[in-house]
């Protein structure tokens, strides 16, 4: 008679604050117990010698949302979960987006039915807000965060998503009476406009020009404003995909000021720069076109800095799938374009944990517990999911990652998401996930990928547990 469904012996489980020996005992999908020299197991696995985390929860990807024609994603909830175990990540939070004149309840609804049957590990919703009618901000979204899709993304730039101040206002007035979190995507609308304009005027219209249209400034300026909106409603709010400095700067004079803002950032402003967009005017750029840009070292160096003392919360992929030689992708119609039509994002979900195991806790720039904290129970504290997940502990969800040390070369054709490129080919990593349990199932072998479409399933998220207390009355 076997104790549990599966032994990890010998592990050295790391969590967000402790590091120590065990035994990790799981029973029906959970840990059941840890602990020296539990009983047997129906499976056993010897860890030894190896360290063992959570499972990532990438809190910020794009998988199978719907775009405007011609635009595709090329990753659904089958592929895109598939690569999220094959990387280490066990719980993936996508976004439910309403489109001007949509509901939003029927945004949510077509979203649950892309994903149906289809994911191979958890998965939750974010919801984009781009329509904040009377109905959606008294009846839809109150509901909607009570059934447990307790947070949602604001756009301040796109103009087929984009919020006025007032408008933002009022969703954040609704996220503070219901207790949800609002992401912001911090970005001056009419200011790159106007630098767009003025670059494709002069015929600078290649990839690279996407990052002089977004300089830093108009992103700190739209950060401000968002600090500025959320201390006049009085809500916390998240910063999504920070760049670097001048954002950087206004959040932390909001903290330095009492107010709640928390902040995503993501492996492009680490390992990339705007250099990676381009030196001269070959569209391979488009491969790095992503909102905001990626800056240069010295603000990968910020980055750094901020993932080590608190200032981020959230470490995200912000995996937008488009392949580069497609007419669905970053060649629309199947013509090099203008950088203003360049769908925007980079493919990310894979590579995201063991590029900050590797070149974080490998390479002697960030402690194990600290990646802990930022790769999966910071955003599962964020968006309502701990402790059920993002940590090793009793009664926890048996998401686990068993790291194996050896040299790894990034390489899109090893990869398992659908995208035809990854911006990080050819770095060397000294680490890669060599198993990923999820509930207990192993997902991914170091090897091979062991699949089972619809397995994966919708999480209820709870109130975020970096709210304050629900208000009385
Ligand atoms: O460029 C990006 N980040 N694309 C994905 C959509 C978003 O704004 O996160
Ligand atoms: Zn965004
Ligand atoms: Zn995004």
């Not at 048996?398 to 040299?407: I, K, M, P, S, T």
């Amino acid at each position: 008679m076997s104790d549990f469904d599966l032994v990890i012996r010998n592990a050295r489980a790391v969590t967000a604050s402790d590091t120590f020996d065990c035994d990790i005992g799981i029973r029906a999908g959970r840990i059941a117990q840890l602990g020296a020299g539990l009983g047997p197991g129906a499976r056993e696995i010897d860890a030894a010698g190896r360290t063992v985390t959570p499972g990532g929860v990438d809190a910020h990807c794009h998988l199978d949302q719907p775009m405007p024609p011609p635009q595709r994603m090329a990753d659904d909830f089958d592929t895109g979960t598939r690569s999220a175990a094959c990387g280490g990540t066990t719980t993936v939070i996508p976004f439910a987006a309403q489109h001007k004149g949509q509901s939003l309840r029927a945004a949510v609804e077509d979203y649950r039915a892309r994903a149906e049957g289809k994911a191979h590990v958890d998965y939750a919703f974010h919801l984009i807000v781009s329509d904040p009618t009377p109905e959606v901000l008294k009846v839809e979204l109150p509901a909607l965060i009570r059934e447990g899709f307790t947070s949602f993304k604001i756009y301040m730039t796109y103009d087929d998503m984009k919020l006025d101040d007032g408008q933002i206002l009022d969703v954040l007035d609704v996220a503070r009476q219901e207790g949800a979190m609002a992401m912001l995507h911090a970005e001056n609308s009419d200011c790159i406009e106007w630098l767009t304009r003025r670059l494709e005027a002069a015929g600078r219209t290649a990839p690279r020009f996407h990052a002089h249209a977004r300089p830093m400034l108009v992103e700190r300026e739209a950060t401000h404003r968002a600090i500025a909106l959320a201390e006049l409603v009085d809500v916390p709010i998240l910063i999504v995909h920070v760049s670097g400095r001048e954002a950087v700067e206004q959040i932390r004079w909001a903290r330095a000021h009492g107010l709640n803002v928390f902040a995503e950032t993501c492996p492009q402003y680490l390992f990339l720069t705007a250099e990676d967009l381009g030196i001269d005017d070959s569209y391979k750029g488009a491969k790095c076109v992503c909102s905001p840009p990626p800056r240069d070292k010295a603000n990968q160096q910020v980055i750094w800095d901020g993932l080590n003392d608190g200032l981020f919360t959230v470490f995200s992929s912000d995996h937008a799938p488009f392949k580069f030689d497609a007419p669905e992708g970053k060649k629309p119609g199947g013509e090099e374009v203008s950088f203003r039509h360049i769908p925007n994002g980079i493919p990310g979900l894979e590579t995201r944990m063991a590029l900050l195991w590797s070149e974080g806790v490998l390479a002697g720039r960030m402690t194990a517990n600290r990646f802990v904290d930022l790769t999966a129970t910071g955003p599962a504290k964020a968006y309502g999911l701990h402790p059920r997940k993002g940590t090793i502990a009793i009664g926890a969800d048996a998401d686990l990652v068993v790291w194996d040390e050896r040299e790894v070369v990034i390489e899109n054709a090893k990869l398992h998401h659908a995208v035809d490129y990854t911006p990080y080919e050819g770095m060397r990593l000294k680490a890669w996930p060599g198993l990923t349990i999820s509930r207990g199932e192993v997902v991914w072998d170091g090897q091979d990928f062991h699949p089972r479409r619809g397995r994966g399933e919708l999480l209820a998220c709870g109130r975020p547990s970096l709210l304050p207390a629900r208000r009385a009355g």
